[in-house]
Structures are given as C-alpha cells and as structure tokens.
C-alpha cells in the first residue's frame, strides 16, 4: 500500500504522505459515478454521481435519510459500496484502500460530535493530530520542530483558538470544539474535507465564525459540506458556489444556492417540509 501511496520517511522516521499521490491534473479532486449502497434491501444510495473540483467547497444539503452521512462513510471506505466508481482524483481508487489508507492518502472527516482529547490542553491536542505516526508513545515523546511549532500557531490563529492554547479542551463551548477539531484535521494537511453538520448545536455567532474559517481554507484544500443550516450554506455557498442537493440516495438538483432554493422539486423534497 505505502508503494502506491508513495509515503516516504522524515528523519523522526514518521511517514509522510506524498501529496502528489493525488492526480488533479483533469481538475477533479473527486469522482463518484453510479454508487448503490444497500442495507438490508433498503438502497441507501441509488446511482449516485458527484464530482468536486479541486479546492471547490460544496454545500450539500437534503432532507433526512436522504444519504448524505452514507456517501460520507463510502468516500472514507468506513462502507463498502456494492456497486459503482469512487474516485481521489485521476488514479486512487477509494473502493480498494482501506480506510487507514484514506485518511493517509489525504481525506479528512469530520464527525458530528467533536472527538477531542478533552484532559488536554488545546495546543496539545493540535501537537498531538500532528504526529504522523499513531503509535502513542512516539506521539507523546517526540519534540515538536520548529516547523512543527509554527504549524500548531498557525492553526491557533486561523481557528481563532490563540486565547485558549492552554486551556483543557474539555473547557472549551461546543463552537470552539468544533473549530479545535478542525484544526486538528489541518494539522495533518488534509487534501479534502469532508465535514458532516459542523455547525449542528452551535450558535449563530459560532456559526458564522465556523463559516469564516471553512472560507479561510479555501484554496488550500477541497471541501464538501453536509448541512441543514441555511444560513451556513448560504455564508458559505455564495452567490456562485455549487450546492447539491441528495434525496432518496442520488443527486436531485444542483446549482447555485438561488437555483437549488427555486427547484420545484427541492421545495417539495426538502425546503418546502
Ligand atoms: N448502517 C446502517 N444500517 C442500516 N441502515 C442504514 C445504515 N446507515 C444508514 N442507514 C439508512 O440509510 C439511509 C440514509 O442514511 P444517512 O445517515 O446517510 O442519511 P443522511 O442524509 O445523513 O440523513 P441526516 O440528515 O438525518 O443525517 C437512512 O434511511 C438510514 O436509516
Ligand atoms: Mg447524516
């Protein structure tokens, strides 16, 4: 696997990740055609195609039920479509590589519910996403560089999480976990974000700050969005931002916000409930 991954070794001998496994050089970063995923009988995906462009942000939005968690744990490989082409870019095919592999060759994924190491402290545990090698031990014992260093302050500043670095995680309000978690994911330098209901259970005001950072990002990863917060896909969406919408397993509508919001079709799957 680390062959076709292309990993390679630091001197702390942790892996890297060769980023330029992903080949973008058609533009997409990923490609899904005719997925079906059925539990039970019940098709949870029905021939379901999306691509997303390199750096593109995509807002998906539908009702409950309609797959969007499902195509999620699919592109991470968490389940095993029955059938259909699952693509990171021009050449790794998803649907063969565990999901070890596809975290490693690039995807990160966020959970509804924040997964932080609450006993530590925020810098902790950016310093602690940050080591690439998973055994425990290395991770506690190796000293942070000073890119390393600069890395985790980066990534304070950009999650607005500066003021609380020392502060337990575990203190911290429901908005400031989530934007933690995703700085956790920055650290490892994710090619694409995947992010199911970042903003459920949060503020207004965390909210717009979670769409401020998710727009800050724009440009140095791709990103795809599950939401139901209209306010949110609409802060991040745009005026010219594509927005897809599932239900029932496969794509309903897509387009511009203002497109998808007058689909006849939408209104009455989802919008109009
Ligand atoms: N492991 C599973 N076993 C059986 N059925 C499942 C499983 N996972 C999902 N489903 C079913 O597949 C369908 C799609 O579920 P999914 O969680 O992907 O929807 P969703 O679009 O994320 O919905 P929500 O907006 O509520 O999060 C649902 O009917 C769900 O009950
Ligand atoms: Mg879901």
Not at 35 to 47: N, T
Not at 129 to 142: E, I, P, Q, V
């Amino acid at each position: 696997m680390s062959a076709i991954l292309g990993t390679a070794s630091d001197a702390s001998g942790a892996h890297l990740r060769d980023r330029d496994a992903i080949d973008v050089t058609h533009g997409q970063i990923l490609y899904l055609e005719d997925v079906e995923v059925s539990f039970d009988g019940f098709r949870a995906l029905r021939g379901l195609s999306l691509m997303l462009a390199n750096n593109e942000l995509r807002c998906i939005i539908g009702p409950n039920g309609a797959g969007k968690t499902t195509m999620m744990d699919v592109i991470t490989g968490k389940t095993r479509p029955d059938k259909g082409t699952v693509f990171l870019g021009q050449t790794l095919d998803l649907t063969k590589m565990d999901e070890a592999s596809i975290a490693q060759a690039g995807i990160g994924r966020k959970f509804q519910k924040p997964t932080v190491f609450e006993n530590h402290t925020v810098w902790q545990n950016l310093d602690l996403a940050r080591a690439t090698d998973k055994r425990w031990f290395r991770a506690l014992r190796a000293k942070p560089s000073p890119a390393a260093l600069r890395a985790i302050d980066d990534t304070l500043q950009r999650t607005a999480l500066t003021g609380v670095a020392h502060r337990a995680a575990g203190e911290l309000s429901h908005g400031q976990k989530q934007r933690l978690e995703i700085g956790m994911l920055l650290m490892q330098e994710p090619r694409l974000l995947l992010l199911d209901e970042p903003a459920a259970g949060i503020s207004d005001d965390e909210t717009m700050q979670l769409a401020e950072l998710l727009n800050s990002l724009r440009g140095t990863c791709s990103m795809m969005v599950v939401e139901h917060d209209m306010a949110f896909v609409a802060a991040l969406a745009g005026e010219q931002g594509r927005v897809t919408v599932l239900a029932e397993g496969s794509v309903l509508a897509e387009g511009t916000l203002a497109q998808v919001q007058s689909d006849e079709r939408v209104i009455e799957s989802y919008l109009g409930r």
